[in-house]
């Protein structure tokens, strides 16, 4: 039995349709049952970093007084493991979660027996993703706020800057996962992209401290622009050519990687 898709296409560009709303009220209601423990995670990883790297390791880095400006080390990483943290649970719920929506649990193609359709199942789950990345960022700022870390009060739009960079990877990895037949590719992907990223994107250290031709490569990644953006916001030192271009280049991974999504869904799950 052919399943008709009729969700998106009939509103070019409209994102956030009844159907797909209806798809995020399905993931809130499966959230519902574990959100304490969710909560607990959201505070306790976060404390444990700020204060491992943070205060520890900052101890031996403000001594030696290394940083441009003489930002404490804790400041300087707290806003960067806001948005780390973000994309590294965005990154997750696009694979292994998506995957299993799609050939494990055969939950999508549960739902494509009602109206909703495999763009609204895309847009749904981004949503879900964006909620769920909303919530732990403003946990980890509530730890950064009382661990003293935040030297600006604008570091509160850091939140959203870390919800776009989770974005910016949701969309392109839900995209990929679309494709796939199994779990294989998602260790490498971890392995040889998220982590790299993690460490090399100007989160612990300024990139030009790299080597000279691996700069470029740091320049171009979605997490760079978000260490970025959220980083000049706590410290207070928005640049505002400099903010416009980091958050431009967000929303250009984000709207690629849906534009790529519509395609990889509608292949995948439209018969």
Do not use: C
């Not at 997750?92 to 055969?106: C, L, Q, R, T």
């Not at 879900?128 to 950064?144: G, H, P």
């Not at 030297?151 to 974005?167: D, E, R």
């Amino acid at each position: 039995m052919a399943v008709v898709d009729l969700p998106l296409d009939a509103r070019p560009g409209f994102i956030a349709s009844r159907r797909s709303l209806r798809v995020l009220e399905h993931d809130l209601l499966v959230f519902r049952r574990g959100w304490t423990s969710y909560f607990l995670g959201g505070l306790t990883q976060p404390f444990l970093y700020l204060v491992a790297m943070g205060i520890g390791l900052g101890l031996y880095v403000n001594r030696n007084g290394s940083l441009p400006g003489g930002v404490p080390y804790l400041d300087y990483i707290a806003p960067a493991l806001l948005v780390t943290q973000a994309m590294m649970a965005a990154a997750f719920e696009s694979a292994w979660p998506i995957m299993g929506k799609i050939a494990w649990d055969k939950t999508y193609q549960a739902a494509l027996n009602t109206p909703v359709g495999a763009l609204d199942l895309l847009a749904g789950d981004l949503m879900w993703i964006a909620f769920q990345t909303t919530l732990l960022s403003v946990l980890f700022l509530v730890v950064i706020l009382a661990l003293g870390a935040a030297a600006s009060p604008m570091v509160v739009f850091a939140v959203p800057v870390a919800v776009l960079t989770a974005i910016a990877f949701a969309a392109p990895i839900m995209a990929f996962t679309a494709t796939q037949t199994g779990d294989q590719a998602f260790n490498a992907l971890f392995r040889f992209g998220i982590t790299p990223l993690f460490l090399f994107s100007g989160t612990f250290f300024p990139i030009e401290k790299l080597p000279v031709f691996m700069q470029p490569l740091a320049w171009i990644t979605p997490l760079y622009h978000g260490v970025a953006a959220a980083r000049s916001l706590a410290l207070g030192q928005v640049e505002p050519v400099g903010l416009t271009i980091h958050l431009g280049a967000l929303v250009g991974v984000a709207v690629l990687g849906f534009a790529a999504g519509r395609a990889t869904f509608r292949r995948r799950l439209v018969v």
